[in-house]
Nanobody, 127 residues
Framework: QVQLVESGGGSVQSGGSLRLSCVAS????????MGWFRQAPGKEREGVAL???????NYADSVKGRFTISEDNAKNTLYLQMNSLKPEDTAMYYC?????????????????????WGQGTQVSVSS
């Protein structure tokens, strides 16, 4: 069973940066996708970024050019570097893992593609 533990959230001012981390354990599949999602109060959970096991990455339009997803396989850790943060980035951020799936699904960042979730880490950006 895959377990995911996020950390790195906090409170920053607009324009600031944070790096989220997600330590994964229990992985048995070499073909996978991992993603970052966020959920603000009263809103649906939305996809932020994903990475496929072959290195392919994709981002939501709202974070392109500001956020970077990466992984360190030696440390079993997924990262999300967030720069130029805005108040609208305020949310609970979740790490998720699932099978890589078909190549024609890699463009999307949907909750239904993931089978394991972390508990979340809060990010708050003030203006």
């Amino acid at each position: 069973q895959v377990q995911l533990v996020e950390s790195g959230g906090g409170s920053v001012q607009s324009g600031g940066s944070l790096r989220l981390s997600c330590v994964a354990s229990g992985f048995t599949d070499n073909s996978y996708r991992m993603g970052w999602f966020r959920q603000a109060p009263g809103k649906e959970r939305e996809g932020v970024a994903l990475i496929i096991s072959n290195g392919f990455t994709n981002y939501a339009d709202s974070v392109k050019g500001r956020f970077t997803i990466s992984e360190d396989n030696a440390k079993n850790t997924l990262y999300l570097q967030m720069n130029s943060l805005k108040p609208e980035d305020t949310a609970m951020y979740y790490c998720a893992a699932g099978p890589a799936g078909a190549r024609n699904t890699w463009w999307r960042i949907r909750t239904g593609d993931y089978t394991s979730w972390g508990q979340g880490t809060q990010v708050s950006v003030s203006s």
